[in-house]
């Protein structure tokens, strides 16, 4: 079964494979931060076209929708380890291809054919690593892990974007692109270096012969038979159809509305991730003194009000602090959320169940997406922030009288 070694009282920061993990994955997600600028930037540069931006994003969400059918089956069947280090692996390869090819001439149709399968290949990562982070931390520190997790990773994502900005505007998009491929390699070699035990998936008896389809629904079962986790798959895929594609939206807000260069667009989008750190630092702390429902819901709240301001805000500046509020209540609440997944779900269902909450949270994203690049070509971007945020304001106020509301939902 899972390995846990570790006395949960033992401190995080003492923990050589966490420490590792954690390391290696901050650095991953500082290189995701470039690729975040970089791509809108290349296809908006290349075609002009915020619709085409939206539809990229579609397109890639859908890919990973699908996978994520499959994914957590993989998570549970096979070593996470090498799972996490070959997906690292493909995802290098396959961000090094957009610089080489563009080195030979513009070729969109080629974002079309890579970022999909990037995004299936990170569905797989993902899954896989919610469900290695409980291994690496345990059930008691599970919150706290996630926390530490996001923080960094904000913390990367501060000087990230800048970066990226600099470099996009200096060097070119593909050159930001680059930056990113070479970090799935950092990432990978965080993983080797850490102990194959920490991966250790439960053994359990396989589905009978002729029904394969079992262990793909068992993760949407467990979900469904949970009343506070079923609650949230329906709420949250709401929410992702609304938000999916807000942050190019925000870009071609900076880049159309106010006549940006590429380098502000990394500065904004830097000071936002600001945000995501100071919600990842302070989720425990407001999840031990509020509890699971009043924290997550008061999340969402502030959540729809910060996108309804990015409507009305004029400024690069009050931008720049709507989305570091925005993206603190994202992290508070998305941590709050998948903490409870870990605590709740059996071990050897955790990469089912995994799979089955983002594939269907994220089953309605893609066609939000390209909504939403829609709306803001046709209507403007202030028409797109106030209707999404006015919709997100709907889901928390809904969420209230839902089983979400409670306290402590993960000692019933």
């Not at 939000?368 to 106020?397: E, K």
Request: charged share 10%; net charge positive.
């Amino acid at each position: 079964m899972e390995s846990d070694t570790r006395p949960a009282a033992r401190s995080l920061w003492r923990d050589c494979d966490f420490l590792i993990f954690w390391g290696a994955q901050t650095l991953s997600v500082a290189g995701d931060s470039f690729a975040l600028i970089a791509v809108p930037l290349l296809v908006l540069n290349v075609t002009g076209s915020v619709a085409q931006m939206g539809l990229l994003t579609g397109v890639s969400g859908a890919a990973s929708v699908a996978a994520g059918v499959f994914a957590g089956v993989l998570a549970d069947r096979f070593d996470r380890r090498r799972l996490l280090i070959a997906c690292d692996v493909i995802r290098l390869v396959l961000y090094a291809t957009i610089p080489v090819a563009w080195a030979f001439g513009r070729h969109v149709w080629l974002l079309y054919a890579v970022l999909p399968l990037a995004a299936a290949v990170g569905m797989v990562f993902q899954v896989t690593y919610v469900s290695a982070v409980r291994g690496l931390a345990g059930e008691e520190r599970v919150t706290e892990a996630n926390g530490m997790l996001y923080a960094t990773a904000a913390a990367a994502g501060i000087l990230g974007p800048t970066l990226a900005g600099v470099v996009a505007g200096h060097l070119g998009s593909t050159a930001a692109i680059a930056i990113n491929a070479a970090s799935f390699g950092l990432s990978a070699l965080g993983v080797l270096l850490t102990r194959v035990s920490r991966y250790a998936v439960e053994s359990v008896e396989l589905a009978p012969k002729g029904r394969p389809w079992r262990e793909l629904l068992a993760g949407a079962e467990f979900l469904f038979r949970h009343p506070v986790l079923r609650t949230l798959t329906v709420l949250l895929s709401f929410f992702i159809f609304m938000t999916l594609g807000l942050t190019d939206i925000v870009i071609y807000r900076l880049k159309h509305d106010l006549g940006q260069a590429d380098s502000v667009v990394g500065i904004v989008l830097g000071v936002g991730a600001a945000g995501t750190m100071a919600g990842s630092m302070l989720v425990a702390r407001v999840r031990r003194a509020l509890g699971f429902g009043p924290s997550w819901i008061g999340a969402q709240i502030v959540s729809g009000l910060a996108i309804l301001s990015l409507g009305l805000a004029g400024s690069v500046w009050s931008v720049a602090a709507v989305m570091a509020l925005y993206l603190a209540c994202v992290s508070v609440a998305g941590i709050c959320s998948m903490s409870l997944r870990q605590q709740v779900t059996p071990a050897h269902l955790l990469g089912r169940v995994t799979s089955a909450f983002w594939t269907i949270h994220f089953s309605l994203g893609p066609v939000g997406a390209a909504a939403l690049g829609w709306g803001a070509a046709r209507y403007g971007a202030t028409a797109v922030f106030v209707f999404a945020g006015a919709s997100c304001l709907l889901l928390a106020l809904i969420a209230l009288v839902t089983p979400v509301r409670q306290r402590h939902p993960e000692r019933a």
